[in-house]
């Protein structure tokens, strides 16, 4: 449940020290971060689609801005049938409650007692985890020669069906020039990135309260190191580009749908986890639970699945069947 750091004697001239970083009781989902204001529900829709599309995420920003968490929520948007390889220095996803629900999860531990660097560690990880077969990889933590091999793996098509990770960072074009620069990934590799999320702290008007927010959603468009901006927080909340995205269109393709298909599909993920989160709120129920992510998703894709019905009665039914669950009569 946390994650302890001590100090001895010299480093510490005046007696033992202590550093404790306390992990949440409840595992991180996008209706979670939603909750909390993290998030929009459009833009958690949006997450959930191009999770579900097997892109590729590259997660940024300062420490404690929520990185980790994020990506631990993003791990609840694959499907129970996916499976996934987790490579950590220290155990902070939520594996095995992954497992005990049923995914098909496997973690990779790198820590000192086998020896040689954390950097050595983590590439020699990356490489066994491409020769496992066809799975979505998630780093922990990008740090440095392995992300040469991540790139050059992405770009050769063995990387497995998605890849996501955390890297620290304050934004998509700083992230560019620290994995290009410092990292010496070819620019023409980076280009395999599909999304980059800038997480940051935020404090309103200044106060000393901060709250955590999604800044930046952004995709790689044209030539290496310009982005387009899908997702960008701004003062009391987010705003959505409009413009056609070569993303949404690839991520369309993916699951063999249309471009307007897709946007409807985001739309219906976002809706049924503001229902989530409004029923939450109305009725301090743990309906924010990985649980219930999996039960939203796995409704969806079975009416989609079988053709009956458009996103808008695809919602309905899911109200419907919520509430006859759970006893509560939806208005």
Request: hydrophobic content about 40%; charged content about 20%; aromatic content about 6%.
């Amino acid at each position: 449940d946390c994650r302890a750091t001590v100090m001895a004697p010299p480093m510490s001239p005046v007696g033992l020290a202590m550093a404790i970083r306390k992990h949440s009781r409840q595992p991180w989902t996008l209706t979670r971060l939603l909750n909390n204001g993290t998030m929009d529900h459009w833009t958690a829709g949006l997450l959930s689609f191009l999770v579900d599309a097997k892109s590729t995420f590259l997660i940024c920003g300062a420490r404690g801005a929520g990185k980790s968490s994020l990506l631990s929520a993003l791990l609840f948007e694959f499907p129970l049938s996916q499976r996934i390889l987790t490579i950590e220095d220290t155990s902070e996803l939520p594996v095995q409650m992954m497992q005990r629900m049923g995914y098909k999860v496997q973690s990779m531990l790198i820590d000192e007692r086998r020896g040689r660097n954390a950097v050595e560690r983590a590439e020699e990880a990356l490489r066994v985890s491409l020769r496992l077969g066809e799975s979505s990889i998630v780093l922990g933590e990008v740090r440095g020669d392995e992300a040469r091999t991540l790139y050059q793996s992405m770009r050769a098509g063995r990387a497995g069906s998605s890849v996501l990770g955390t890297i620290h960072g304050d934004s998509a074009e700083s992230l560019y020039e620290r994995v290009v620069h410092d990292l010496q990934v070819p620019p023409e590799s980076f280009m395999a990135t599909d999304v980059v999320i800038s997480m940051g702290l935020y404090r309103p008007k200044g106060s000393r309260r901060q709250s955590r927010r999604l800044m930046q959603l952004a995709t790689p468009v044209g030539e290496p190191g310009n982005f387009q901006d899908l997702v960008a927080y701004a003062g009391p909340g987010w705003t959505h580009s409009t413009q056609p995205s070569p993303l949404i269109s690839k991520a369309a393709a993916a699951l063999n749908m249309s471009v307007p298909e897709a946007l409807e599909n985001i739309a219906l993920r976002g809706d049924m986890r503001e229902f989530l989160h409004q029923m939450q709120v109305k009725h301090q129920q743990d309906f924010l639970a990985p649980e219930w992510v999996c039960r939203a998703n796995e409704f969806m894709w079975r009416h989609l699945e079988s053709g009956s019905g458009e996103p808008a009665t695809v919602l309905k039914g899911f109200q419907e069947w919520f509430g006859r669950v759970n006893g509560i009569a939806i208005q």
